[in-house]
């Protein structure tokens, strides 16, 4: 059984930084790609930025390109998003998945709230 715990969330002004983490077991994480979603209040969730296995390759949704960076570390099966320049626009529950993603994979997701 897949757990994935999301961690790093918080409150912060604008234009500063938070760094996500998210931590997978039950899964044999260095084959699948990776990504982060979020899900603002009264949206649906979105697609953010994911990595792919093997080289690496990483893609952006247009708003977060240039300020956040999806990263992952197949050693401690965990994927990273440092996230820079945050607008309060980026504010959301944030959540990690597989790419495409695993309805069954989903966890509790970490809030990050961009505010003055």
């Known amino acids: 059984q897949v757990q994935l715990v999301e961690s790093g969330g918080g409150l912060v002004q604008p234009g500063g930084s938070l760094r996500l983490s998210c931590a997978a077991s039950g899964s044999i994480f260095s084959i699948d790609a990776w990504a982060w979603y979020r899900q603002a209040p009264g949206k649906e969730r979105e697609l953010v930025a994911f990595?792919?296995?093997?080289?690496?390759?990483?893609h952006y949704t247009n708003s977060v390109k240039g300020r956040f960076t999806i990263s992952r570390d197949n050693a401690r099966s965990t994927v990273y998003l440092q996230m820079n320049s945050l607008k309060p626009e980026d504010t959301a529950v944030y959540y990690c998945?597989?790419?495409?993603?695993?309805?069954?994979?989903w966890g509790k997701g970490t809030l990050v709230t961009v505010s003055s």
């Open positions: 990595v792919s296995s093997g080289d690496y390759t990483t």
């Open positions: 998945n597989r790419y495409p993603p695993n309805p069954e994979y």
